[in-house]
């Protein structure tokens, strides 16, 4: 069984980085959508597909 983790519990400079990276996450997923559109590679739709994901994780406090 897995445990959940206590937010509390979680290091202190953890905790900043997740708040960081919550912050670029949005701006980078828009970019990558325009670069996606214009120049469409395979790449580039797996990295916006994970920019999505890690967005929605986020915002639904899966992470």
Known sequence: MRR???PYNVQ???RQMKDI???FVIPLSIFQGIRT???PTTFD???LA???LL?????LEWL
């Open 21 to 23: 990276s919550i912050q």
């Open 55 to 59: 967005a929605l994780a986020f915002q």
């Open 12 to 14: 202190n400079w953890l």
């Open 4 to 6: 959940k983790i206590n």
């Open 45 to 47: 739709v797996f990295l």
């Open 37 to 39: 559109i214009l120049f």
């Open 50 to 52: 994970a920019l999505i």
